[in-house]
């Protein structure tokens, strides 16, 4: 239970430092006076998101810190997240002036999803628009499942149906990417069958260009290559004349020393003009001119250029690396129908599995739900309900949900021979008030959360109905530390601990307090509510009645 509260520099608040005990405690005050601000304050505790501007000095941080006895039952998920265990639980927020927001537990920082967990199991708290979730599926399914002790039955569901949406989810992206493979592989197969056209991986392309070169040119290149064939033998051979040169720059150097330095230059001259006619007689074109030939290389380099511009290659290369990457590309596309195909009978066999443990949950909940009717019934029929009947309607379905297989609907008939029908469709905010009370209550009496906090749950009521939300409120209290917010004073002299919350201004600025009442104050406190700011007597009579 929540044994202290310190609350610093939040909202209206300057500093404020509350004791509670167990039982029943009510707060109460004036419409504006402050009471959301505290329960803005508790909020925090359980990993409710903070807000700068909730700041009461913007230069100074806030810090809201509980403290919680009794909390042997969370050692295991303090331990899981490495938190200190000690008799005592202390939560602590902090909001900084920078904006910057951070939460301690047992002086050790920890993120809002584990203070979360933590607080989810030391606090059930009920807003004053809580009613609303009496229409949701979703907040149903955990009310009857909470009281009607499915929770093995619908954990190992729970763990197969995630399982189940997981495989399906890869299937369904596995179908939309198949789709988009059989298009792309259509393009593929496509440009595969255009590069397949030719044997590249046969062709040479400088070979070809040279060739092409050569026969483009053939008639000048074979001319010029007569002309330089007759420097190389007939009368104006020039090899054998330099030849003779040789020998007579030898025959100088004999006789004379200075000249034997061109003997050796004029033999490499010689040698070097010989190498060069052996070189170009070898790239001699001696066959005729080839037209077929030429028009071969000709659609060759045409195929390879236009290719190469639509592929966005530049080279034949290129086109053999291109063509490579598409088959492998189409190779990869083999495994796709392979994998839906395992994955499909995946989601067959769990989606069975889901069937399976759904029908037992389903079965489970039908057994469990008339003993839910009868106390929801029985409970309203105390707060001034006499004619109403709760029915919990379960349906078969056979498409799975994180609930099970199976579409719940809690109907309500508030009037003798009225029809069944949904909460949110028929019954007024103070009815709404009152089913959500009896739904607390059988929550409270199976599974009982340490403390449980009510704002202005009993909203819409009055007179002899106000007197029994008070009794059942009590009633919870037995179980748990219970808190509520409000504006009745037949709910406020239930209490085991009354508290009072004020709006102050001194001459710099407005603020807020939370005082205890001792018993005198307490019945002014009711006497007001009853009589309104100056009570009289009777009210001040009624009041002391109440509390007695």
């Known amino acids: 239970m929540l044994a202290k509260l310190s609350v610093k520099n939040y909202a209206l608040i ?15 005050g004036e419409t504006g006076s402050g009471k959301s601000i505290l329960m ?4 925090l505790l359980i990993g409710e998101r903070a807000d700068f501007k909730s700041l009461f000095n913007k230069n100074q941080k806030c810090i809201v810190e509980g403290v919680f006895s009794s909390v042997n039952f969370l050692s295991e998920l303090l331990l899981e997240n490495d938190l200190d265990v000690y008799k005592e639980l202390i939560i602590r927020r902090e909001i900084h002036p920078t904006a910057k927001s951070r939460a301690f537990v047992n002086d050790t920082p920890v993120k809002l999803e584990v203070l979360k967990q933590i607080g989810f199991l030391l606090i059930d708290f009920h807003g004053q628009h809580q009613t609303r979730l009496l229409s949701v599926p979703d907040y149903q399914y955990s009310f009857i499942d909470n009281v009607g002790k499915t929770s093995s039955v619908l954990k190992k569901y729970r763990q197969v149906f995630i399982n189940f949406s997981k495989k399906k989810k890869q299937l369904q992206e596995l179908i939309q990417k198949e789709q988009s493979i059989n298009n792309k592989k259509e393009f593929l197969s496509f440009q595969l069958q255009e590069l397949s056209k030719y044997s590249f991986e046969n062709w040479d392309e400088d070979a070809i260009n040279k060739e092409y070169e050569l026969l483009s040119n053939f008639e000048s290149v074979k001319l010029l290559f007569d002309q330089i064939n007759q420097y190389n033998s007939g009368e104006q051979a020039i090899v054998p004349k330099l030849n003779t040169l040789v020998a007579l720059i030898s025959d100088l150097g004999k006789k004379l020393s200075d000249f034997q330095e061109f003997e050796s230059r ?3 001259i010689y040698l070097e003009l010989n190498e060069l006619f ?3 007689s070898k790239k001699h074109p001696d066959a005729d001119f080839d037209p077929y030939k030429m028009e071969q290389l000709n659609e060759k380099l045409l195929v390879i250029n236009s290719l190469s511009k639509k592929f966005n290659v530049d080279s034949l290369a290129g086109l053999i690396q291109k063509k490579q990457e598409i088959l492998a590309e189409l190779s990869s596309f083999e495994g796709v129908v392979e994998e839906k195909n395992h994955l499909q009978s995946q989601v067959d066999s769990l989606y069975q599995d889901c069937i399976s443990i759904g029908q037992q949950l389903y079965k489970t909940r039908l057994e469990n739900n008339p003993n839910i009717e009868n106390y929801l019934s029985s409970t309203l029929h105390k707060l001034s309900m006499p004619n109403v009947k709760i029915k919990i309607e379960l349906l078969p379905t056979d498409k799975p949900h994180s609930f099970g297989i199976d579409t719940l609907c809690i109907k309500v008939s508030l009037n003798k021979g009225s029809n069944f029908s ?10 709404m008030s009152r089913i959500l009370l009896s739904m607390k209550s059988l929550i409270n009496k199976e599974n009982a959360v340490p403390t449980i906090i009510f704002d202005e749950i009993d909203t819409g009521v009055s007179g002899k109905v106000a007197n029994e939300v008070g009794f059942l409120l009590k009633d919870l209290s037995i179980n748990s530390q219970v808190f509520s917010i409000t504006h009745l004073p037949q709910v406020a002299s239930m209490g085991s601990c009354h508290f009072k ?3 102050n201004e001194n001459e710099y600025r407005t603020y807020t307090t939370i005082s205890k009442l001792d018993k005198e104050s307490r019945v002014l406190e009711i006497a ?11 009210a001040i009579d009624n009041a002391s009645e109440l509390l007695n």
């Open 278 to 280: 052996v070189d170009l």
């Open 14 to 28: 300057e500093s404020l430092e509350i004791d509670f005990s167990s039982g029943f405690s009510v707060f109460t």
């Open 266 to 268: 004029a033999n490499s």
């Open 422 to 431: 949904a909460i949110g469709d028929v019954a007024s905010g103070g009815e």
């Open 528 to 538: 007001t509510m009853l009589g309104g700011t100056s009570p009289g007597k009777a």
């Open 40 to 43: 803005g304050a508790l909020q």
């Open 501 to 503: 919350v004020e709006k």
